[in-house]
């Protein structure tokens, strides 16, 4: 059973860090046409930090659920249907996932924060069907979230300064400057 438990874990979280966005190196002067994607948000939040110094973005569960799943549609991995909600200071990220011919649903919920100046992710729940994930696993899932945030977070070499994130029903704001 330990086993079992260990691979699905280990499934949940390779399906997880694949799925995560790919690390784009954003540059001032490629700046595209703002427009209601999220790439157009990026964009003009780039212009806005341009500009003031300082920037607010705010994102929609559906943008963020249509990025993550063209971005996983790219890599080999195995959760699919994937859903995002953003309510009550909290990220559910729910989808299910194939191992051979087991399909099981998967949830992580993910709290967000700032320390230091910087966002960070928390998973307080993670579970494949009704089965708790290990801690192990999931501090690892937080881990990876993590580093991939500090790399996203980094523009042209600088790292923002996230000032407050706020989780409110079905948007997600940050707010954030140049060090």
């Not at 997880?16 to 700046?31: G, I």
């Not at 063209?70 to 729910?94: A, G, M, P």
């Not at 079905?170 to 140049?178: A, E, F, K, R, V």
């Given at each position: 059973?330990?086993?079992?438990?260990?691979?699905?874990?280990?499934?949940?979280?390779?399906?997880?860090?694949?799925?995560?966005?790919?690390?784009?190196?954003?540059?001032?002067?490629?700046?595209?046409?703002?427009?209601?994607?999220?790439?157009?948000?990026?964009?003009?939040?780039?212009?806005?930090?341009?500009?003031?110094?300082?920037?607010?973005?705010?994102?929609?569960?559906?943008?963020?659920?249509?990025?993550?799943?063209?971005?996983?549609?790219?890599?080999?991995?195995?959760?699919?249907?994937?859903?995002?909600?953003?309510?009550?200071?909290?990220?559910?990220?729910?989808?299910?996932?194939?191992?051979?011919?087991?399909?099981?649903?998967?949830?992580?919920?993910?709290?967000?924060?700032?320390?230091?100046?910087?966002?960070?992710?928390?998973?307080?729940?993670a579970k494949i069907?009704?089965?708790?994930?290990?801690?192990?696993?999931?501090?690892?899932?937080?881990?990876?979230?993590?580093?991939?945030?500090?790399?996203?977070?980094?523009?042209?070499?600088?790292?923002?300064n996230i000032e407050?994130?706020?989780?409110?029903?079905?948007?997600?704001?940050?707010?954030?400057?140049?060090?």
């Open positions: 059973m330990k086993k079992i438990l260990l691979f699905f874990g280990l499934c949940i979280t390779l399906s997880l860090a694949c799925n995560l966005p790919q690390r784009v190196q954003p540059t001032l002067s490629s700046v595209s046409t703002p427009s209601t994607s999220l790439e157009g948000q990026l964009a003009q939040a780039l212009n806005e930090l341009a500009t003031t110094g300082k920037v607010t973005l705010t994102i929609t569960e559906e943008q963020i659920a249509a990025f993550v799943r063209q971005q996983s549609s790219t890599s080999e991995n195995n959760l699919q249907n994937l859903q995002v909600d953003f309510q009550e200071n909290r990220i559910r990220l729910t989808g299910t996932t194939s191992t051979g011919i087991m399909n099981s649903q998967v949830e992580v919920i993910f709290e967000p924060y700032v320390s230091a100046g910087a966002l960070q992710m928390q998973v307080v729940s069907g009704s089965l708790p994930l290990p801690e192990k696993t999931v501090n690892a899932i937080s881990q990876v979230v993590n580093e991939r945030i500090q790399q996203l977070t980094t523009i042209q070499g600088k790292p923002l407050e994130v706020r989780v409110e029903d079905g948007q997600l704001s940050i707010t954030g400057s140049l060090q």
